[in-house]
């Protein structure tokens, strides 16, 4: 059903709950009719189950919305977001979003995120991942605070993560193809939000 007809239904229903309110509150002695009520229940649970419906929908169009600014990698969509800012403040830009910051689960997924920055930000850009140790210095997590299984730090040239108790966020680097860095959270960088697909 699409979303017209929904909100078509929705209304209908509005309509007929209303009529046997207002039929069920004429009754002289005040008790309601069985029959009445049970309808007014089956109306009710009709309505929502149409409203979960149409918050699916919204949801789902969302997404499609996301997606086709962005990219879809792996069962995930990404946004590109090319203004700089801190890290607290580019996360909480993809949670008003509904998304969180980039934080790739596998090298492939590293990989296309890479390419995709380099593609919609630029070729010599670095952008906040979903990744820091903050609460624990070397014990880097995702935004769930869960500990990250997968990590692609750059370790032939600069053995990062580096930076200790001042560079508790993690960046990807376009120039240094793909590999992460630690960085003081309070710098500014681009970044991209990721979506999952349901």
């Not at 209304?11 to 007929?16: A, D, F, G, N, Q």
């Not at 990404?78 to 509904?98: E, Q, S």
């Amino acid at each position: 059903m699409d979303l017209k007809g929904l909100q078509v239904t929705l209304c209908l229903l509005l309509l007929v709950h209303c009529s046997l309110q207002q039929v069920s509150s004429k009754k002289k002695n005040g008790k309601k009719d069985s029959v009445t009520s049970a309808a007014i229940e089956n109306l009710q649970k009709q309505i929502d189950d149409i409203v979960q419906e149409l918050n699916l929908l919204k949801e789902r169009q969302a997404l499609q919305t996301v997606c086709l600014k962005g990219t879809k990698i792996l069962g995930k969509c990404f946004l590109a977001d090319p203004v700089k800012k801190t890290f607290h403040a580019a996360n909480d830009d993809c949670i008003t979003k509904g998304g969180t910051l980039s934080a790739p689960l596998t090298g492939d997924e590293n990989d296309q995120l890479y390419s995709y920055v380099r593609q919609s930000i630029g070729l010599e850009e670095q952008i906040w991942l979903g990744i820091n140790d903050m609460v624990m210095d070397g014990q880097w997590v995702d935004q769930s605070g869960s500990s990250v299984r997968f990590k692609n730090w750059e370790t032939e040239i600069t053995q990062q993560p580096d930076g200790g108790h001042s560079q508790n966020c993690a960046i990807l680097s376009t120039t240094a193809n793909g590999k992460w860095f630690d960085e003081n959270c309070r710098a500014e960088k681009a970044s991209v939000c990721e979506f999952n697909i349901v």
